[in-house]
């Protein structure tokens, strides 16, 4: 019992540093964020739900014993994750902003709340503890399914630039850690999710494997044929080369313009004549 006991502490030290970095791995995605101004096509779901299950865990670590560990990595996990969401709040576009007000008023604010009342008032002792893990259970799962929402967007767009890989990997990491931590203290609700969470960092990193490929290809130039052969004057500018009968009417529309230009100026001319000679002829009947 001692020695699965210190294999416990083991695990669950070395799931918080896991963990912590989990938390920290989401850093690249908010700093690109930051710099365009604009949450483009991430999803604040994981964040939001990541938010909820560490407030929850937090609470079934006070009704438990021996869970010091849950209590000091879900505190890390539920500051940092609401520095997350608030940056998402301030750079989303309105519509996503929305959507993640309602999340946070449906689970954080809601949920949680109507957890915390049912529970201390409706179940006491030993089965409030059970109540409260099974529900810690259900949304850790939660938390490991958040992702397929991106998974699903990679598959239909065959692209992996919003799919945010180091979290995939430490949760991964991180879920084999939890697991062996619950495992070995006997507690169903830390280790069962954690199964289902390492299944799902194994899908999105074959998934990010597959697509990587596909994003990083070269572009292909394609070549447009001009059925007109080009000239090239010395300034680079092109021009398409005039045919033979293009530069007859060319020619033809010059004359008729230097016509015209003519017929206009002599007559222009005569009138001018004209006016002259009434001048004078009004000049000597005076």
């Known amino acids: 019992m001692a020695i699965s006991g210190h294999w416990a502490f083991v695990f669950g030290v070395l799931g918080n540093i896991i963990s912590f970095i989990v938390f920290l791995s989401p ?3 908010f ?5 365009k101004k604009s949450t483009e096509g991430y999803q604040s779901i994981p964040y939001v739900i990541a938010l909820f299950s560490c407030m929850l865990w937090i609470y079934y670590a006070f009704l438990k014993t021996n869970t010091t560990l849950l209590i000091t990595i879900n505190s890390f996990g539920m500051l940092i994750e609401t520095i997350y969401v608030g940056l998402f709040l301030y750079y989303a576009p309105k519509k996503a902003r929305v959507n993640t007000v309602k999340m946070l008023l449906l689970t954080v604010v809601g949920g949680f709340g109507a957890i915390i009342v049912v529970t201390q008032f409706v ?12 529900i810690c259970l259900i949304f850790s799962l939660c938390v490991f399914v958040a992702p397929l929402g991106i998974v699903r967007q990679v598959i239909k767009t065959k692209s992996v630039e919003y799919m945010p890989i180091l979290l995939s990997v430490f949760l991964t990491i991180s879920a084999v850690m939890w697991f062996f931590y619950g495992l070995l203290l006997k507690d169903v609700n830390i280790a069962a ?7 799902f960092g194994i899908l999105q990193m074959i998934l990010y ?3 990587r490929k596909k994003d990083n290809k070269p572009i292909v130039n394609v070549n447009v044929e001009v059925q007109n052969p080009v000239i090239i004057l010395d300034d680079n500018k092109k021009i398409p080369e005039l045919t033979e009968e293009q530069i007859i009417d060319i020619v033809k529309l010059g004359k008729l313009v230097c016509s015209g230009k ?7 001319n005569q009138n001018a004549a004209k006016e002259v000679k009434l001048t004078n002829l009004q000049a000597e009947e005076a």
């Open 27 to 29: 850093i690249p995605t």
């Open 262 to 268: 003519i017929q206009m100026a002599s007559t222009l």
């Open 193 to 199: 999710p954690n199964i289902l969470g390492f299944i």
């Open 31 to 35: 700093n690109k964020i930051y710099k």
């Open 209 to 211: 494997a597959m697509y």
């Open 123 to 134: 179940f006491k002792g030993v089965v409030r503890g059970q109540i409260v893990g099974w």
